[in-house]
């Protein structure tokens, strides 16, 4: 008996095919996101739709071939399609690294600054309000529009022919206006920017399947990647701590209510549970921007080109650094709440401006900022975790990388055995909706570790 799960991730597509009775992934079909949209403003961040999910049917009919009891969907949260009233995408995905939020405004603010005064919750660009908002504002959005969704949702109504789209809370919550301590968009707020609730989707209760395929495999509702790499990767939802590193990074933990912190985001999970969450807006791409320089000098002074520094960056950190490190602050992309924050490189002396010593200052900087996170949610901790694992191609890839987050967060790190959490987590989640198991903590047992570090 398999189950299928799908991730429609920013720049890979992943479908795998686990045995729903032990956990083991039978298949992986991994895809380059290919999708993005050129475009003259550098702000603009776009993918063609239908490109998307010409590419994700053919990822599913190749797992499908071997027979699935359900299907779970999972993908990149925040951004926004446009639909018509037949259901049909009259607009390109508008991904959640989209900047049209941190434009200029009034006032002296951005669209999502005075969004977020005027409605009083925390809205950032990316968000898929303030996405609708800039373009409802700006006269972009499609004539034809009858309402918006995630792309993952978009995903679920190819699968099953539904004409109307079903948002999970997860996802609903990602778009900013989202009462999330009571399951339900803000009236008050939408209305407050001059929009209506009709634009906003659905919102599923309870887990369920949103419909079934041609071939009457049940479809879960789409669930947010976050929260799939969750639910794939923690065997122990109450006592783990989740430092997923990928272009991005977070920190996250499971709560069983709704939690206000300023600097974290508290986001619905399943099952009346929550996640606390705190995300890096840079992550895994602060040592990708560093990997790049490391080229570009090598490039421009030495005079010749290198497919990746990677390889030299790994043994620069096997190598003995200085013993007064340099201080990187890694949030060169900003942060959510500040965007105009730039990064910075600090106790700079005449030993320890080298290369090696700057590997090892941004990945300091990079587990830095989620130790902040972390001591941002101790006093929401029932009892200190207990367990810490890693997930996401960033730690995966780097062994210094991993060793630094178990001897700085003071706990033994464990890696999945999968390595496609969010597409386990969807195929797990799937295994609930579809009735194959009662509840979440029943797919516990499936997750596997493969190794530990420190």
Same mark, same amino acid.
């Given at each position: 008996?398999?189950?299928?799960?799908?991730? $429609?991730?920013?720049?890979?597509?992943?479908?795998?095919?686990?045995?729903?009775?032990?956990?083991?992934?039978?298949?992986?079909?991994?895809?380059?996101?290919?999708?993005?949209?050129?475009?003259?403003?550098?702000?603009?961040?776009?993918?063609?739709?239908?490109?998307?999910?010409?590419? #994700?049917?053919?990822?599913?009919?190749?797992?499908?071939?071997?027979?699935?009891?359900?299907?779970?969907?999972?993908?990149?949260?925040?951004?926004?399609?446009?639909?018509?009233?037949?259901?049909?995408?009259?607009?390109?995905?508008?991904?959640?690294?989209?900047?049209?939020? *941190?434009?200029?405004?009034?006032?002296?603010?951005?669209?999502?600054?005075?969004?977020?005064?005027?409605?009083?919750?925390? /809205?950032?660009?990316?968000?898929?309000?303030?996405?609708?908002?800039?373009?409802?504002?700006?006269?972009?959005?499609?004539?034809?529009?009858?309402?918006?969704? @995630?792309?993952?949702?978009?995903?679920?109504?190819?699968?099953?022919?539904?004409?109307?789209?079903?948002?999970?809370?997860?996802?609903?919550?990602?778009?900013?206006?989202?009462?999330?301590?009571?399951?339900?968009?803000?009236?008050?707020?939408?209305?407050?920017?001059? /929009?209506?609730?009709?634009?906003?989707?659905?919102?599923?209760?309870?887990?369920?399947?949103?419909?079934?395929?041609?071939?009457?495999?049940?479809?879960?509702?789409? #669930?947010?990647?976050?929260?799939?790499?969750?639910?794939?990767?923690?065997?122990?939802?109450?006592?783990?701590?989740?430092?997923?590193?990928?272009?991005?990074?977070? &920190?996250?933990?499971?709560?069983?209510?709704?939690?206000?912190?300023?600097?974290? *985001?508290?986001?619905? &999970?399943?099952?009346?549970?929550? !996640?606390?969450?705190?995300?890096?807006?840079?992550?895994?791409?602060?040592?990708?921007?560093?990997?790049?320089?490391?080229?570009?000098?090598?490039?421009?002074?030495?005079? @010749?080109? $290198?497919?990746?520094?990677?390889?030299?960056?790994?043994? /620069?950190?096997? @190598?003995?650094?200085?013993?007064?490190?340099?201080?990187?602050?890694?949030?060169?992309?900003?942060?959510?709440?500040?965007?105009?924050?730039?990064?910075?490189?600090?106790?700079?002396? $005449?030993?320890?401006?080298?290369?090696?010593?700057?590997?090892?200052?941004?990945?300091?900087?990079?587990?830095?900022?989620? !130790?902040?996170?972390? *001591?941002?949610?101790?006093?929401?901790?029932?009892?200190?975790?207990?367990?810490?694992?890693?997930?996401?191609?960033?730690?995966?890839?780097?062994?210094?990388?991993?060793?630094?987050?178990?001897?700085?967060?003071?706990?033994? !790190?464990? $890696?999945?055995?999968?390595?496609?959490?969010?597409?386990?987590?969807?195929?797990?989640?799937?295994?609930?909706?579809?009735?194959?198991?009662?509840? !979440?903590? *029943? @797919?516990?047992?499936?997750?596997?570790?493969?190794?530990?570090?420190?």
């Amino acid at each position: 008996m398999n189950t299928i799960g799908l991730d $429609i991730g920013t720049t890979s597509l992943c479908g795998v095919c686990v045995d729903a009775a032990t956990g083991e992934v039978r298949k992986t079909v991994t895809r380059p996101n290919t999708a993005a949209l050129q475009s003259t403003q550098p702000w603009e961040k776009t993918q063609d739709v239908r490109a998307l999910l010409a590419c #994700v049917r053919e990822i599913f009919d190749e797992l499908a071939a071997g027979g699935a009891a359900c299907v779970g969907v999972t993908g990149q949260m925040h951004g926004i399609v446009y639909l018509n009233a037949t259901g049909d995408p009259v607009s390109p995905l508008y991904t959640w690294q989209d900047g049209r939020g *941190d434009r200029p405004f009034r006032d002296g603010k951005t669209y999502a600054q005075y969004a977020s005064d005027v409605t009083g919750r925390p /809205l950032a660009t990316g968000y898929g309000a303030v996405t609708h908002f800039y373009n409802t504002v700006n006269g972009l959005v499609p004539p034809d529009a009858v309402c918006f969704c @995630t792309v993952h949702d978009l995903c679920v109504m190819a699968l099953t022919g539904r004409k109307s789209p079903l948002t999970h809370p997860s996802d609903a919550a990602s778009f900013g206006l989202f009462d999330a301590e009571n399951d339900r968009f803000d009236d008050e707020a939408i209305h407050a920017l001059g /929009l209506t609730r009709d634009f906003f989707p659905a919102v599923a209760q309870g887990e369920i399947a949103a419909g079934a395929t041609a071939a009457g495999v049940p479809v879960s509702v789409a #669930v947010g990647d976050n929260q799939a790499g969750v639910l794939g990767s923690l065997a122990d939802l109450p006592h783990s701590l989740l430092v997923n590193v990928g272009t991005g990074s977070q &920190l996250s933990c499971v709560v069983p209510r709704y939690i206000r912190q300023d600097g974290l *985001d508290c986001r619905p &999970l399943a099952e009346g549970r929550y !996640l606390l969450a705190g995300s890096a807006l840079c992550g895994g791409r602060a040592y990708a921007i560093l990997e790049a320089f490391f080229r570009q000098v090598v490039r421009e002074i030495g005079g @010749t080109e $290198i497919d990746s520094a990677y390889p030299a960056m790994d043994k /620069l950190m096997e @190598t003995a650094l200085p013993d007064d490190p340099l201080t990187v602050t890694t949030t060169f992309a900003g942060t959510r709440a500040e965007p105009g924050k730039r990064g910075a490189v600090e106790n700079v002396g $005449i030993a320890n401006l080298t290369p090696a010593a700057l590997c090892d200052g941004v990945l300091g900087g990079m587990v830095r900022e989620l !130790l902040g996170y972390r *001591d941002t949610m101790a006093p929401f901790f029932a009892a200190p975790p207990t367990k810490l694992v890693g997930s996401g191609n960033g730690l995966r890839r780097n062994a210094a990388l991993r060793s630094r987050v178990a001897r700085e967060f003071g706990l033994p !790190l464990q $890696i999945p055995v999968n390595r496609e959490e969010a597409a386990f987590g969807a195929a797990l989640y799937g295994t609930v909706c579809a009735g194959l198991y009662a509840s !979440l903590d *029943d @797919t516990r047992r499936l997750i596997h570790y493969e190794e530990t570090e420190g």
